[in-house]
């Protein structure tokens, strides 16, 4: 039931661009993503629903593939401050739980 | 608005003792969470809330209890502390299944149970 994050790390140099994947077996109603510095708590991005839109937020951005239960998560031109492990979320029609992938760590270099 | 507000922020329990990790929100949220997450780890969904007197499991709520009395407070309780519960304790709040808003978390409290 957990999705499935990929990749598990990424390592970038500031200005280059990055892809997160989030996959899930079950249908889903919602897609979230957050972001969670060292030591701090999780920070919310954004949430897509059910319909394949996408969203974007500056220049991080995502879309979400209802036929393949599949969200990815773009991020343009890369700064310092994108730093830290990105999390998917996943919601499913029958429940109100949110299940939350195992989390991919973005390092960014200057 | 303060968000949401966990207490206390460290806390060092010895193997069988019990406590109390609070949890109050100020955004008039009706759903409210509890997770743990271990080092390295995601996040695992210990307890839920859809509003007030409404509670219900989620992945891991051995050893764990929770109450809603009120709209704003969402107590967890550790009885008899073991070694395993030893984590990051979260606090999220949220105004309702896929609410644009996403989940708002507390700053956490970690617990270490020796």
């Known amino acids: 039931q957990q999705p499935v994050q990929s990749p598990q790390a990424v390592i970038l140099r500031e200005g280059e661009d990055a892809v997160i994947n989030c996959s899930s077996s079950k249908a889903l109603y919602s897609v979230h993503w957050y972001r969670q510095k060292h030591g701090e708590a999780p920070v919310f991005l954004m949430i897509l629903l059910k319909g394949g839109e996408q969203k974007g937020h500056e220049k991080i951005s995502a879309s979400f593939n209802e036929k393949k239960q599949q969200s990815s998560l773009y991020l343009t031109a890369s700064q310092l401050s994108y730093s830290g492990t990105y999390f998917c979320?996943?919601?499913?029609?029958?429940?109100?739980?949110?299940?939350w992938g195992a989390g991919t760590k973005l390092i960014i270099k200057p | 608005n303060a968000g949401v507000t966990q207490t206390p922020k460290f806390r060092i329990l010895k193997i069988g003792q019990s406590m109390t990790l609070q949890c109050t929100q100020d955004?008039?949220?009706?759903?409210m969470y509890w997770y743990r997450q271990d080092p390295g780890m995601g996040l695992k969904l210990i307890y839920y809330?859809?509003?007030?007197?409404?509670?219900d499991k989620g992945e891991v709520p051995n050893g764990y209890n929770v109450s809603r009395s009120t709209t704003e407070d969402f107590p967890l309780r550790l009885e008899l502390a073991a070694p395993s519960q030893t984590s990051v304790y979260f606090c999220a709040s949220s105004y309702s299944k896929g609410h644009p808003r996403g989940y708002t978390f507390g700053s956490g409290t970690r617990l270490t149970v020796v």
């Open positions: 955004m008039n949220h009706n759903y």
């Open positions: 979320g996943t919601e499913m029609d029958s429940n109100y739980q949110l299940i």
């Open positions: 809330s859809v509003g007030a007197g409404i509670t």
